[in-house]
């Protein structure tokens, strides 16, 4: 299957510092990638859709101001989580949808554990 | 608004019988339901997905049927192993082009 990476897999930081994340499609190009948040236990909960040359989508009650979405390329897509507080600590995990083939299928990133001091 | 409803939350079953986990989805026109399977800080890894002109597909011992009328699909696997211990999550593609999850059956397989 296609291949999604993230970097970097771990980030420990102190409250108020901002955090970027990087998701990568690496063989196959991403007009559109998802970036999900899990908490401990629970179900991944979309964020936002980000779209290749146009503003991220994000879903109800996500701040866009909060979580600063880039898609640059067609395959590279960054999250920064701004001014992070020790409530944005948790499981970020990115996905890419894969058009190649006679269906698209979704891949995921093995996401990035974010812990806020 | 969008919603993916997933049960049990968690499923214990001896080695060897099946399990089931049902999912139900808010949007008719849905057409694309993948299954994934999460171990313990990993990411969630496609086993099998469904679309909406099937009623069932069949991966050795895993399997989904779809119901569109009722707006609900499962997953079964038979002859369960050890290995098989995991969290699955149902999802559905919805007609915004976002995916949604349900929230996660536990499954552990008692040896």
């Known amino acids: 299957g296609a291949v999604v990476s993230q970097h970097p897999s771990w980030v420990i930081c102190k409250s108020g510092t901002s955090v970027k994340i990087e998701c990568r499609s690496l063989?196959?190009?991403?007009?559109?990638m998802f970036w999900y948040r899990q908490f401990p236990k629970q179900s991944l909960m979309l964020m936002a859709t980000?779209?290749?040359?146009?503003?991220?989508?994000?879903e109800q009650g996500v701040e866009k101001d909060k979580f600063l979405i880039n898609h640059a390329s067609l395959t590279l897509s960054t999250l920064t989580v701004t001014s992070a507080h020790p409530e944005d600590s948790s499981f970020y995990i990115c996905?890419?949808?894969?058009?190649?083939?006679?269906?698209?299928?979704?891949?995921f990133g093995p996401g990035t554990r974010l812990l806020v001091l | 608004g969008e919603n993916v409803e997933q049960h049990p939350s968690t499923l214990s079953v001896q080695e060897g019988d099946s399990a089931v986990i049902k999912c139900t989805y808010s949007?008719?026109?849905?057409?694309?339901f993948p299954w994934y399977k999460q171990e313990l800080g990993k990411r969630p890894q496609l086993i099998i997905d469904?679309?909406?002109?099937?009623g069932e597909k069949k991966d050795q011992r895993i399997a989904v049927t779809l119901n569109k009328t009722a707006k609900h699909f499962s997953l079964h696997i038979t002859e369960t192993q050890p290995e098989d211990s995991a969290v699955y999550f149902c999802?559905?593609?919805?007609?915004?082009?976002?995916?949604?999850f349900g929230t996660g059956t536990s499954l552990t397989v008692i040896p």
């Open positions: 996905s890419a949808r894969d058009f190649r083939g006679a269906q698209e299928t979704q891949y």
């Open positions: 999802a559905a593609l919805f007609t915004g082009n976002q995916f949604y």
């Open positions: 949007d008719s026109a849905s057409n694309y």
């Open positions: 469904i679309r909406s002109n099937v």
């Open positions: 063989d196959f190009q991403a007009t559109t």
């Open positions: 980000s779209n290749e040359g146009s503003k991220a989508t994000y």
